[in-house]
């Protein structure tokens, strides 16, 4: 078992979704059920992010002040400054106490004009930074029915990691989620997840050797919830979830943080 290896993270991809005064409720009441996890894990419960809209991040940051609770942002622009209207800097999150991002989701790739290249220039930006980017690849239904899953999540990865060092690429997470499992209520079955996941290393160890690509966390996302996460996370090479619609109650996401952070 490498799960010792690596630290299993809980993400929680609000999406657009939380005014800051929202915010501040569902923190509140995550909180002492995190705490509570946390307790009956000798302590500790595994990482928990929370990734919340911009107009939200500096009330999550407050919120969470005290507690265990990460808080991340859901995009972030390239440059660091400049003629960027409407944009966000990784600076910018930096400064209020932002400490990940999520990178290339596919809602940002499909509506957004997101690209591998993107991607990847974000991903640094990050990294420079100092924040923690979670960077997400995986295949289209018909790519997955064409059987080219692994050409395709292994292009995402090499793309993403281009030009990045071994010590940059050890502070990334990859959030492995296949499109058509996403806000479909559609899980991958665990050994789906597992297969990708286990591909997904493979790649990093030919890009950075094994010791790098086993410190690397590796989550599944995709209509993860209180009742499929715990198969889910259990697998060798699935190191907990980004989650989206059930990281908007409570208990359930408790549920999932209980479910990672037992099977850690
Ligand atoms: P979902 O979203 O859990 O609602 O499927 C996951 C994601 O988009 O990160």
């Not at 018909?142 to 292994?154: L, N, P």
């Not at 715990?230 to 208990?251: M, N, P, R, T, W």
Request: hydrophobic share 45%; net charge negative; aromatic share 6%.
């Amino acid at each position: 078992m490498k799960k010792e290896l690596r630290k299993a993270i809980i993400a929680g991809n609000w999406k657009m979704n939380k005014t800051p005064v929202k915010t501040k409720t569902l923190i509140a009441e995550l909180i002492p059920l995190v705490k509570e996890v946390a307790s009956q894990n000798s302590g500790s419960a595994c990482e928990v992010v929370i990734c919340v809209p911009f107009t939200s991040l500096a009330t999550a940051v407050e919120a969470v002040y005290g507690s265990s609770i990460k808080v991340g942002a859901q995009n972030v622009h390239f440059e660091a400054s400049g003629a960027f209207t409407g944009e966000i800097s990784a600076p910018m999150l930096k400064e209020i106490g932002v400490e990940y991002v999520i990178i290339g989701h596919s809602e940002r790739r499909q509506y957004f004009g997101e690209t591998d290249e993107t991607v990847n220039k974000r991903t640094k930006a990050a990294l420079t930074a100092g924040l923690i980017p979670i960077v997400c690849v995986g295949e289209l239904l018909w790519e997955r029915e064409a059987d080219i899953t692994e050409e395709v999540v292994s292009r995402q990865i090499k793309l993403a990691f281009a030009g990045i060092s071994s010590s940059d690429a050890a502070k990334v997470v990859i959030a492995y989620e296949p499109v058509w499992a996403i806000g479909t209520g559609k899980t991958a079955t665990a050994e789906q997840a597992q297969d990708a996941c286990k591909l997904i290393r493979d790649r990093l160890t030919a890009l950075y050797g094994k010791s790098v690509a086993d410190s690397i966390t590796v989550q599944y996302g995709g209509s993860m919830n209180a009742v499929n996460a715990a198969e889910l996370v259990a697998k060798e090479d699935v190191d907990g979830g980004l989650i989206g619609g059930a990281s908007l109650k409570a208990e359930d996401f408790t549920e999932i943080i209980k479910a990672a952070s037992d099977g850690q």
